[in-house]
């Protein structure tokens, strides 16, 4: 199992402990793409003018500002009838989210998301449609209660049938993955001598000539000296407890 984790000697190293840190900062998603920048993640993300931005909340937050636009501009009436029409409506609009974890393609999730910003919208504009009685506070309550349920059944899909790009990646494992590798080399650089930098340098370096590419792998093999997956820990056992003594036989 060398090749399945580094080597906990590298710890005792000096100065290791400072490039464990380090490394560990590379992790930090950008503010706006909340995803890794690389090329696995572009169906994730949004590139106008260079500027990496997550896809899904770059097309959501505007259908809901539209969405909430319309609804002034409109001004529906405060009553049951403008609650079911906007409640039927933003149902419609959420469904093309559940068949996003299947469809992982931007064409497809552009719509979607603004479709479900949409949909978010005219939501909260039923909630304020509905009238201020009990029915209307019950409503409220009815339709809050099956937005979550819709959110958390559609998390739950995206959950167990999208794939993470950095899951069984073949450039590394994120943030410790060719696509870091020119910021891990200038940390080398600056630092001078470094066992782990070095190690990660060596094992990484193969890859540098072949962008990331979600679905693709590399021509080239990484050495395999390092490992990135997580091995996990074995359970702790518990302490083996004294076997009571064996009854005394009576005395024949």
């Known amino acids: 199992m060398a090749d399945r ?15 464990i840190s380090d490394l560990s900062a590379l992790g930090r998603l950008p503010a706006l793409a909340h995803h890794p920048t690389c090329g696995r993640h572009d169906h994730h993300l949004l590139r106008p003018f260079g500027l990496a931005l997550c896809l899904g909340c770059t097309s959501m937050y505007p259908g809901i500002a539209a969405a909430l636009g319309g609804l002034l501009l409109a001004a ?8 079911i029409t906007l409640g039927v409506v933003s149902l419609l609009c959420a469904g093309p989210t559940f068949a996003q974890p299947f469809v992982q393609k931007r064409w497809f999730k552009v719509p979607a998301r603004f479709t479900l910003g949409v949909g978010i919208g005219l939501l909260l504009g039923a909630v304020w449609c509905a009238p201020f009685s009990v029915l209307g506070w019950a409503a409220r309550v009815v339709m809050v209660a099956a937005a979550i ?17 950095c899951l069984q990646c073949p450039w590394g494992s994120y943030p410790l993955c060719a696509y870091n590798l020119p910021a891990i080399q200038r940390m080398r650089d600056a630092r001078g001598p470094d066992p782990l930098l070095d190690g990660l340098i ?9 962008p990331p590419r979600f679905g693709a ?4 093999r990484r050495p395999g000296q ?8 074995a359970p702790p056992q518990a302490p083996p407890t004294a076997s009571p003594p064996p009854p005394a036989t009576p005395p024949g």
Do not use: W
């Open 149 to 165: 349920g819709l959110a958390a059944t559609a998390l739950t899909l995206r959950q167990r049938h999208a794939k993470d790009p």
């Open 76 to 83: 529906p009436d405060q009553g049951f009838r403008s609650v």
């Open 5 to 19: 984790r580094i080597h906990l000697e590298l710890a005792r190293e000096p100065g290791v402990n400072r490039s």
């Open 202 to 210: 060596a094992e990484l370096s193969p890859l540098a000539p072949y």
């Open 217 to 220: 792998a590399p021509p080239v």
């Open 226 to 233: 390092v490992a990135f997956a997580t091995v996990p820990l």
